[in-house]
């Protein structure tokens, strides 16, 4: 004990303590060191500068040179701290060794130059400390002091104790080397000027310079070649040059002196990389750095040993440079250079593809012929086409690189607004063009990007929803404020509302339940759902980190990460289910709203235990032992409430109130309460709680088997085939047990015994089961049934059920007509997410919370004609698909939150027969005056029923006004009247509703018409700006043009949009040889003149983006002649007229390898 008091007041100088103990009667040893680490009283002593007790330690006799447990004596510590006067007193009172080496050969001088304690270093100079002794490394007293920097001691070490300057360790790095690694440009100077070989290579044949430019050490690199270094191109080991370490750790300036001073930049490693590769993967490379090396003649081709060219290396990397691929482009590089990386021969387009580089695809594409864009997958599929989109509907717009839309490029459909996405097939893929469009296609959810369908013939295009915040990463740059942030939509896509939508789908992969043939790994459910995951996280993290600028975010902000911690487990199996993550990103979203005041306020928990308490009997009087679980679990909750050292927020009590009445109100209907236990419980129940709740979830999957048998018996024989339907997809369940499974298959076998007839195999595609739809709430009922709002899969939708009891045929019908509505998808129609057939049937469509048009316009009156443009356009649509609407007006027009307008309810109209079309909705004032008359509806009928809805929505009131009976409107209407002019109407616009309202259909304006009419007036809504142009059809250049063509059309390549603009002439011709109208001739005109722009481009050599674009605004002129024909009547005879079967047939030749 004396000798740890001894020890103690060594260490903190107490030289008194010291005395005493020493020479008092405790027995204390002098040289006593301690039993872990050897330190004597004199070591320490020494080692903490105490020089007047290291003097009385060897006055009394203490030994100099005990070692402790290191192998280090006093005189190591007082070197190594740099205690000059310490050391001298054990050199020349004690005699110590000044050359003793610890454990790892480390000297008093080595330690003394490492730590730059230039008089102790002197010291031992003049005193025989050896200069080049080594420790076990082999690196000596010099090596250590050039690695640090230390210049005085370096000085000492060559000048006073002619140390060798290039001795080097047993990795062969000498001083020289590591001075210039490490920066130190004094040091460097220094041995070079005393005699240090520049150019000599440690054991893996890197020089100075190689660790100079590694680092970035640009003056050092100059001054080694200013001092004669030849190694500008000398490769180390691997066949790494200085000017490729340059470039991999991102010193561009100093690359760019290696290149000017001459660098080869085509010197290869031994796997084949060249700096250029490495700068195409650089951070911090631009197109400037990229053209230097070319400009110093770099091989834009060169490949590595994978085959992987520079533009290669770009499309591999995780954010891509588009002015980098702009720079390899122009200078050469070939875009379809193949690899050897696999048998596929993967292409530079092929991983920008793959990566999801849409940009950068762009640029790709825009060098390939035509040709080679066309899909090679002609994989056959037994899927069906009902998503196809005539080529002829189509018309490309602009390609937006600023902003992801959700698409590649603006364009129009059937003059809609839409999002266009080039498919570029990726050779070896696992699922061809038809599969990846019927995946997307049937993805039907309000916070999915709605793909309205594909372009097969010719060139493969996705025809999608336009998002017009752009990408998540893109909308949460304009955030500004705590109650913008929409968390529990957090997505890759924004609609103009700010609603989220994942977008992209093009690269999505169904999951392999088993049994298939794919050639593919086959992948668990959990372990795929939980990288779906995985990628979510990611998006909430990178939100999370545009939350750390704002100090009011730092509670969300902690929230979010929690979550993210969770989503982004390295264990797939340990993250949380999607459908925690959607309860703990709502209550993230009600985080953002609530007051800061009412969220902290504490209350009392004696209401939760007396509300805990009623539930309590409730659960008493179940015989179920699945709510008496359910009842233990949330008296665990409530017990760590009641316990928890902090108080109980309002949140937490409300939270807490809802699960316990919700249980109370609802103890037969788990499905109503689950998730809000489980939203509870994440916060404050145990780790077993998941577990229990899949043991529960295992018991009512027995209950529902169980009673199967029972169910069969009681449902009446018609009704069987339904439940037959829902059983026969829970054979395909995975989730069940094998005996489980059994019982299911045995009394399905038994229903289908008692079945005549075939039995339904497979629920539809649209199918969304009554048990599938939460928080139903009814608004609206009539003689067709009720409407209500409620929550599918925790998206917001409206419910359509339709009473079909009691009336003929009518669930028949039902199943045709939602057949009909799935099928439909445009921006201007409502959308179905599907609907059920048993039982009571109902719909499932996206809900408009702006409501009826004619609504909506009251508080948005200047919009009147773009939104009826906008109804119009989805009409056009319908009778393009061979759909007549037969119920248009202004009730069944609705305004989406971003404010489209959509047509609904076109499916329910049908329902109705021909004889009583208006008399049960109330709609005899939109009904054309034929249909009331019996006849059946027609085209001709719908742009009657919208003349109406323009009554209606520019006054403001009913057509024929609000007070008129409906008999009376339907006499006037069938002698042929229609309303009084509102005042509204100017002379123009009243002329377009009497045009589409003529008392017969066949004089009525065609729809075409109508939309192009529409269409000015939203633009010009006080004036149409009609332009000079010629009257007559400019028939040479009509010939010019054709000529031109011809000499076009000699190349196999252009042959396409040759044969569309030829055949758009010759149209043109034979109206202006058969038709007198000056205003068609005109019209035709004006047509001519924009072809002769698009005739024109085809002598030049196009990007294949710019001939796709030709070809299809050749489309979209033939139908502005169609619209021609329409306006003016013309009933065309000739066979050119039929130009849309014409290019679909040129289309598919081509595609097929056949010029047209």
């Not at 050359?99 to 002197?122: E, F, I, K, Q, Y």
């Not at 298959?745 to 199918?767: M, N, R, V």
């Not at 017969?1000 to 009419?1013: F, N, T």
């Not at 006080?1022 to 054709?1042: F, Q, R, T, Y």
């Amino acid at each position: 004990m004396a000798d740890e008091r001894l020890r103690a007041a060594c260490e903190c100088g107490d030289l008194e303590e010291v005395q005493q103990l020493v020479e008092g009667d405790e027995g204390v040893h002098i040289d006593a060191g301690d039993t872990d680490t050897g330190w004597t009283p004199l070591i320490l002593a020494s080692w903490h500068g105490h020089l007047h007790v290291v003097r009385y330690l060897l006055e009394r006799g203490a030994e100099v040179d005990v070692v402790d447990s290191g192998g280090s004596t006093a005189v190591r510590f007082a070197a190594s701290e740099g205690h000059p006067d310490i050391l001298r007193e054990l050199t020349e009172r004690g005699g110590a060794d000044l050359n003793v080496a610890d454990m790892n050969g480390w000297t008093p001088l080595l330690l003394a130059s490492w730590g730059g304690h230039v008089d102790v270093v002197r010291y031992l100079l003049e005193h025989g400390a050896d200069v080049d002794a080594r420790d076990s490394g082999g690196s000596s007293q010099l090596r250590f002091a050039a690695s640090e920097g230390r210049l005085e001691v370096v000085k000492l070490l060559v000048e006073v104790g002619s140390a060798r300057v290039n001795q080097y360790d047993e990795r062969g790095w000498t001083p020289l080397i590591l001075a210039s690694w490490y920066g130190h440009y004094n040091v460097v100077k220094f041995l070079l000027e005393h005699g240090a070989q520049i150019d000599v290579k440690d054991a893996g044949s890197s020089t100075a310079m190689r660790f100079a430019a590694s680092e970035g050490r640009l003056r050092i690199a100059k001054l080694l070649v200013q001092h004669g270094s030849l190694c500008v191109n000398e490769p180390e080991i691997h066949g790494r040059t200085p000017l490729w370490f340059a470039v991999k750790n991102n010193h561009l300036r100093l690359a760019a002196w290696l290149l000017q001073i001459g660098a080869d930049p085509n010197i290869k490693t031994d796997e084949g990389s060249t700096p250029l590769m490495r700068i195409c993967r650089s951070d911090n490379a631009d197109d400037d750095a990229v053209e230097l090396f070319l400009d110093h003649g770099a091989d834009v081709n060169a490949s590595d040993y994978q085959g992987w060219t520079p533009l290669i290396h770009v499309c591999e990397s995780g954010d891509p440079d588009a002015s980098i691929m702009e720079v390899l482009l122009d200078r050469g590089a070939d875009t379809m250079e193949r690899t050897v990386v696999d048998k596929y021969m993967h292409t530079a387009l092929d991983y920008a593809k793959t990566h999801g580089h849409r940009q950068v695809q762009e640029l790709l594409v825009s060098t390939l012929s035509h040709t080679q864009l066309r899909s090679l997958d002609f994989r056959a599929t037994t899927t069906s086409t009902k998503w196809s989109i005539p080529p002829t509907e189509i018309e490309f717009g602009d390609f937006v690189a600023t902003k992801d839309i959700g698409g590649d490029f603006l364009g129009t459909w059937l003059d809609a607004e839409v999002a266009i996405k080039l498919y570029l097939s990726v050779p070896g893929a696992y699922d061809s063009f038809d599969d990846q469009v019927t995946r997307w296609f049937g993805l039907r959810h309000p916070n999915v990007q709605k793909l309205y369908g594909a372009v097969r013939e010719g060139y493969n295009i996705f025809v999608c929803e336009q998002m017009a915040n752009g990408s998540l990463e893109e909308y949460v740059e304009t955030i500004t404020s705590l109650s913008e942030w929409n968390l529990p939509n957090v997505a890759t896509a924004f609609r103009k509302d700010g609603n989220a939508k994942l977008a992209n789908f093009s690269s999505s992969r169904a999951l392999q339940w088993g049994g298939g043939d794919s050639s593919e790994p086959l992948v668990s459910e959990a372990k795929a759902f939980a990288s779906d995951v995985l990628f979510l996280g990611n998006c909430l993290h990178a939100v999370s980190l545009k939350l750390r600028g704002y100090t009011e975010f730092d509670e969300l902000r902690a929230k979010c990460d929690t979550l993210v911690q969770g989503m982004r487990h390295d264990d797939s199996l340990q993250r949380c289910n999607i459908s925690a993550v959607v309860l703990r990103m709502k209550s993230l979203l009600e985080l953002t709203n609530q007051d800061q005041a009412h969220q902290d306020e504490v209350v009392s928990a004696s209401r939760i235990l007396s509300k805990l308490q009623d539930v309590q009997v409730s659960v008493n009087e179940s015989t179920d032992a699945l709510y008496r679980e359910l009842y233990a679990d949330l008296e665990a909750v409530c017990q760590r409430l009641f316990s928890w050292s902090n108080p109980i927020t309002v949140h937490t009590y409300e939270e807490a109130m809802i699960v316990l009445e919700t249980i109370q109100g609802a103890i037969e209907q788990q499905n109503s309460y689950n998730n809000s236990i489980q939203r509870l419980s994440s916060s404050y129940m145990y780790n077993e709680m998941e577990k229990r709740w899949s043991d529960l979830r295992k018991q009512r999957i027995d209950v529902f088997v169980s009673e199967i048998d029972n169910t069969l018996t009681l449902l009446h024989p018609t009704e069987t085939e339904d439940l037959l339907t829902l059983l026969h997809r829970e054979l395909q369940n995975t989730s069940y047990s094998e005996v489980q499974h059994r019982i299911i298959q045995k009394a399905y076998d038994e229903a289908c015994s008692t079945q005549h007839g075939s039995i339904i195999e497979s629920l539809p595609e649209w199918f969304i089961g009554w048990y599938e739809l939460e928080d139903e709430v009814v608004f609206a009922r009539g003689g067709f049934g009720e409407v209500s709002r409620a929550k599918w899969l925790n998206s917001d939708v409206i419910v359509k059920r339709v009473i079909t009891e009691g009336r003929h045929g009518q669930k028949q019908m039902f199943q045709r007509e939602i057949e009909l509505w799935f099928g439909l998808n445009h921006p201007h129609v409502v959308k179905l997410f599907g609907g059920c057939h048993i039982g009571t049937p109902f719909f499932v469509c996206e809900e408009a919370k702006n409501g009826s048009l004619d609504k909506y316009l009251r508080a948005h009156p200047t919009e009147v004609w773009q939104k009826l443009y906008e109804a119009a356009l989805g009409l056009e649509y319908l009778h393009a698909r061979g759909i007549v609407h037969r119920d248009l007006k202004c009730d069944n027009i609705l305004v989406n939150i971003d404010g489209d307008a959509k047509l609904t309810d076109f499916g329910l109209s049908a329902l109705e027969s021909a004889g009583d079309q208006g008399e049960r909705s109330g709609a005899v004032r939109w009904v054309a005056p034929e249909c009331l008359a019996g006849e059946q509806a027609s085209y001709a009928s719908d742009v009657f029923s919208l003349g109406m809805c323009i009554v209606q929505a520019v006054s403001g009131k009913l057509p024929w006004g609000n007070q008129l009976d409906n008999a009376v409107v339907k006499h006037r209407m069938r002698n042929g009247e229609l309303p009084q002019r509102p005042l509204q109407f100017s002379d123009d616009q009243w002329q377009l509703v009497e045009s589409m309202c003529k008392f017969d259909p066949r004089e009525r304006m065609h729809l075409l018409v109508v939309v192009q009419k529409l269409r000015r007036l939203a633009e010009f809504p006080d004036g149409v700006i009609i332009e000079h142009v010629s009257k007559e059809l400019d028939c040479d250049m009509a010939l010019n043009l054709k000529q031109a063509l011809l000499s076009h059309d000699s190349s196999a390549n252009y042959s396409v949009p040759c044969f569309v603009y030829q055949l758009l002439i010759e149209r043109m011709e034979d109206i202006d040889n058969t038709c007198s109208s000056v205003n068609a001739k005109s019209s035709l005109n004006s047509i001519l003149a924009s072809a002769e722009t698009w005739i024109k481009q085809l002598g030049n050599q196009l990007s294949t983006v710019d001939f796709v674009k030709a070809v299809f605004r050749g489309f979209s002129l033939h139908r502005q002649i169609d619209r021609v024909l329409a306006e003016h009547f013309i009933a065309p005879t000739s066979e050119v007229h039929g130009w849309a079967d014409k290019c679909f047939s040129v289309l598919q030749a081509e595609q097929k390898g056949a010029c047209p």
